[in-house]
């Protein structure tokens, strides 16, 4: 397979605009994500189905940039020798769609799960919800790819845990108005479990690339994200056919507080910044790290509350600010430990391989 790296197709110029571009890009799919979808439903939008398949409907868009990069590819390749053959449509393999697929599957679930806790919650709730998932990736990631803990990365994982609690002690503070202590409770559940899956479906997803068996490049993740969306949407399709959420969508959209067309452009928008988020992790991913993706996702949840606070008039109480507190004190500790176990293993890589040389240049020494 052709090596499609940023650091032999850019300049280390561009790569960093890049990152910041796909940063951006992250940042706004991220922040806008959860409040359009709390403004579908506060609104007049009542179809959980409907909201969990605008996470990934937006799939198609994807296609776009893959176009580019097989036309890329294929201009490249005219300009090599006919031996390389023509470039390829679809990079990725049978075991990588297969695998795709069922993370595809976990996905629409926890898309459907996220919409129902959105559907309840206020969004600054859910968005502190929706950040326990570190909790639960540190579990299955040390169950399902061996991750070790540390002091730092267990110091996270009870600062979010307490935080969690701490919300939970105190559900009728924020609920909104008009809605029942069940409703508000199912919802929490609900985000919480969502968070939960999400935790699940990273450690899958890093597995699934260690078992890959094949090249990683920016485009061949695009291709696997394609594959998860698509499989997502077309779980919560069947969960909009069984509910009849098709034949309500027209009548809804009529009824809708903000008018009909601003009903399907909220629609439509919500797609839009979905893919957004998407497309945004996987570029900061390719151009930078996994732990600078997360860094960016945690900086934006407190936007996201603040946010919630000021659009929708939502309340703050202190038990949720403690929360805040704990949840930003948790993700700066293990992404604190992250850099150091990083730079740890530089350290013990470039000692390697200094160790390395001078025993090849003494034997060298030895046989002259």
């Not at 197709?9 to 940063?23: D, E």
């Not at 007049?44 to 398949?53: A, H, L, Q, T």
């Not at 994200?225 to 098709?246: E, H, I, K, P, S």
């Not at 930078?288 to 996702?297: K, Q, Y």
């Amino acid at each position: 397979m052709e090596a499609e790296t940023p650091t032999t197709t850019t300049t280390a110029a561009m790569k960093t605009t890049f990152l910041i571009i796909n940063g951006v890009i992250l940042a706004v799919g991220n922040c806008g994500g959860p409040l359009i979808m709390r403004l579908y439903f506060i609104r007049g939008g009542e179809r959980i189905w409907f909201s969990s398949w605008l996470e990934t409907g937006g799939w198609p868009i994807i296609l776009i940039p893959l176009l580019a990069a097989y036309i890329r590819r294929r201009r490249r390749r005219s300009t090599t020798t006919a031996a390389d053959g023509a470039a390829k449509l679809i990079l990725m393999k049978p075991r990588l769609f297969s695998a795709a697929s069922a993370i595809g599957i976990l996905t629409g679930l926890d898309d459907y799960l996220y919409a129902k806790g959105v559907a309840e919650l206020p969004i600054s709730t859910a968005a502190l919800l929706a950040a326990t998932h570190l909790v639960f990736t540190a579990a299955f990631a040390f169950l399902l790819v061996k991750q070790r803990f540390t002091a730092y990365s267990v110091n996270a994982v009870v600062l979010l845990t307490v935080g969690t609690v701490v919300l939970g002690l105190h559900t009728s503070g924020d609920r909104p108005e008009g809605e029942s202590e069940k409703e508000y409770v199912v919802g929490f559940i609900m985000a919480l479990s969502a968070a939960a899956l999400y935790g699940l479906i990273l450690p899958v997803v890093e597995l699934m690339y260690k078992k890959a068996k094949q090249a990683l490049t920016y485009t061949l993740i695009m291709e696997i994200q394609l594959v998860v969306c698509f499989f997502a949407t077309l779980f919560c399709t069947v969960g909009m056919l069984v509910n009849n959420d098709f034949q309500v969508i027209s009548r809804e959209a009529k009824e809708y507080e903000l008018g009909e067309t601003k009903y399907y452009l909220v629609v439509i928008w919500s797609a839009i910044i979905w893919q957004l988020f998407f497309l945004g992790v996987v570029g900061v991913i390719f151009y930078s790290s996994s732990l600078l993706s997360g860094i960016v996702i945690t900086v934006t949840i407190p936007i996201t509350q603040i946010l919630g606070v000021f659009i929708y008039d939502e309340k703050f109480q202190a038990e949720k600010g403690i929360a805040l507190f704990l949840s930003l004190w948790g993700f700066i500790s293990y992404f604190f430990g992250e850099i150091k176990k990083n730079k740890n293993n530089n350290e013990n890589n470039e000692h390697t391989r200094t160790s390395i040389e001078t025993d090849r240049s003494s034997r060298q020494i030895i046989t002259s």
